[in-house]
């Protein structure tokens, strides 16, 4: 036969269920669902912990039927809980407006991020800098002097046909290269001069996979009295590596552009196609160049590159199309 103790134990926590259970069933709010919670199983006060805290009392035998039956008790009373919590939340009962679950995953709110053309313009003028170069910016609307004529590229060029470039009047062209700000830079500075100049260009080409009328490009100038095509290689291996990693293959070889002389190109090797990639123009300024913009060529010399950051980018990502950079497809974007 139990005994008295043991068995007012088990009535108090019988009566306790029995109760709380249709204090839950009936609890129409999440305020009241964490007020019972609080009520009958909070750490401190809970009527189900004090209760707790009377087994130790009990002889053994009746210690571990009562604490038996306690710890079902606590559980079925957790499960309760929960469903009437997931009840209001599926819209059973009436919310109060000033509810706020505290423990409910957050919703956040879309976040862009950077776009890989930006990304890759970014790193190359943080390679730059840390050389020493000043990044600067002009318009895109640019007079013919500036964009052609001021770099030998007189009126006779080829590259000055109007399919090649967008003409708003006979002075005045949506520049087809950022060079005019290497001209507009040497204007207003005298040596020694460091500087790149990324921007957007625009040229009369056929749109497919690796052109558009529209598109990035950087290019860069040094002048000094003591720079060689030795240093010019130095330091667009140097860039190579730290854009594409220091076991990125390069090399260079003579070409010719009418503002640079002598002249090179350079091709990094794509493991992935396992070829030689053209990724910039480059060469030593020619004397004329200077002379156009009052530096004197027996005193100083310098060098100029230009490369694209669309280029870029698609080799080092790994990118078949350049219109996938322009088109705002998220499904792509959001993979970078």
Known sequence: MESVLTLN?????????????????????????????????????GELTLLFQGLP????????????????????????LLEKENYLKK???KVSKNWLDVTAPAILPPIGHT??????????????????????????AELDEYNFQKLLLHKDHPARDVQSTYYISE????????????????????????????????????????HLPGFFQMEGLLVDDQTSLTHLIGVLTFFCK???????????????????????????YHEKSKKWLEILGAGMV?????????????????????????????????????RHFYNGDLRFLEQF
């Open 9 to 45: 134990m088990k009535e108090k926590l019988n009566l306790l269920k029995s109760k709380a259970l249709q204090e839950i069933s009936s609890a129409n709010s999440f305020e009241k669902i964490e007020n019972l919670r609080i009520r009958l199983l909070g750490r401190k006060s």
């Open 57 to 80: 009392k009990l002889p053994l035998q009746e210690r571990k039927e009562a604490g038996q039956l306690a710890n079902e008790i606590k559980k079925s009373l957790e499960q309760a």
């Open 91 to 93: 819209g059973g009962g």
């Open 115 to 140: 776009h890989p053309l930006t990304r890759v313009i970014n790193e190359a003028k943080d390679i730059f800098r840390y050389l020493g170069f000043t990044s600067v910016d002009g318009p895109e």
């Open 171 to 210: 002075e005045v062209l949506l520049r087809t290269q950022t060079s005019p700000m290497q001209i507009r830079y040497m204007e207003r500075h005298k040596p020694p001069i460091r500087i790149i100049s990324p921007g957007r260009v625009y040229r009369r080409d056929a749109i497919d996979a690796t």
């Open 242 to 268: 730290r854009l594409f990693g220091e076991n990125v293959k390069t090399r260079v070889y003579g070409h010719h552009f009418p503002y640079t002389e002598p002249s090179i190109e350079m091709e990094v």
């Open 286 to 322: 020619h004397p004329n160049v200077l002379r156009n913009v009052d530096i004197d060529p027996e005193v100083y010399r310098g060098w100029a590159f230009g490369m694209g950051p669309d280029r870029l980018a698609m080799i080092r990502y790994g990118i078949d199309d350049i």
